[in-house]
C-alpha cells in the first residue's frame, strides 16, 4: 500500500532558526496537504498543492511539491515560538483511494 | 461556533464496553471522515461519508467498528467489546468538496481510555 515517509520526526531550533520537514511518497500524488497540529489540539489545515513542481508561500512558510510529485517539504524561516507543534503533510495517490495517507508528523520545538 | 464538533470530549471505559461518539460537521459540507490518531502518529484513515452514504471503510477497521450517518448531517461512530488497544483520539473531520479542493476542517476529538 501507499507510505507516506515523514522526516526528521522531531526538530529542536533556536527562535529564530530555519526549519525544513521532507514529506516522501511510495507512489505518485494527485495532491498534497499540509497539516499543523499544535499540542493537544487537532490537526488544522494549511495548504494544497496539486501542480508538478507547485511552490506556494503564506508568509514565513514555504511550500513546495517535487517535479514527480512523489515529495514535498515545508520550510519556516525564522521561526517564533508560535510555530510550536507537529507538522503533517497528507497525500492522495493518483487514480487511486480517494482518502489521504498521513505521515508521522515533524514535531517542532523552538527554544526561546 | 460554526466548526466541527465532536462528543463526548474524553471517554473513560472498561474493556468489553460498548461506546458511541457522535460529530457534527460543518454544516453544508457533503464529506464526513473518521480518523484515529496515537501518540507519535498521524491520523489513521476509519471511514467516510458523502452525504449519507458509507463510501470507503480502511482495511484495518475491525468488525467491531461501524459508522452510520443517517441523514447526512451528524454521524456516529461505535466501538463493541472496546479492548485496550482502542484507546486512541478519534477525530472527525468534514469538507465541502470542489474540483480538485477537499480541505477537511477536523474536530476537537474524542479522547478514549480503554482500562
Known amino acids: 500500500g501507499q507510505q507516506v515517509m515523514q522526516i526528521p520526526q522531531y526538530q529542536h531550533v533556536q527562535e529564530g532558526e530555519d526549519f525544513t520537514t521532507y514529506c516522501n511518497s511510495s507512489t505518485t500524488l494527485s495532491n498534497i496537504q499540509w497539516y499543523k497540529q499544535r499540542p493537544g489540539g487537532h490537526p488544522v489545515f494549511l495548504i494544497q498543492l496539486v501542480k508538478s513542481g507547485e511552490v506556494k508561500k503564506q508568509k514565513r512558510l514555504t511550500f513546495q511539491f517535487g517535479e514527480a510529485k512523489k515529495n514535498s517539504s515545508l520550510h519556516i524561516t525564522a521561526t517564533q515560538t508560535t510555530d510550536v507543534g507537529t507538522y503533517f503533510c497528507a497525500g492522495r495517490v493518483a487514480g487511486g483511494s480517494y482518502i489521504p495517507t498521513f505521515g508521522r508528523g515533524t514535531s517542532l520545538i523552538v527554544h526561546p | 461556533d460554526t466548526g466541527v464538533s465532536q462528543d463526548p470530549r474524553h471517554k473513560i471505559t472498561k474493556r468489553g464496553q460498548n461506546v458511541t461518539f457522535r460529530c457534527d460537521p460543518i454544516s453544508e459540507h457533503n464529506r464526513l471522515y473518521w480518523y484515529r490518531q496515537t501518540l507519535g502518529q498521524g491520523p489513521e484513515f476509519l471511514t467516510y461519508f458523502q452525504n449519507e452514504a458509507q463510501l470507503e471503510k480502511s482495511r484495518l477497521l475491525s468488525d467491531r467498528f461501524s459508522a452510520e450517518r443517517p441523514k447526512g448531517s451528524f454521524s456516529t461512530l461505535e466501538i463493541q467489546r472496546t479492548e485496550q488497544g482502542d484507546s486512541a483520539m478519534y477525530l472527525c473531520?468534514?469538507?465541502?468538496?470542489?474540483?480538485?479542493?477537499?480541505?477537511?476542517?477536523f474536530g476537537p476529538g474524542t479522547r478514549l481510555t480503554v482500562l
Open positions: 473531520a468534514s469538507s465541502l468538496t470542489s474540483g480538485e479542493r477537499d480541505t477537511q476542517y
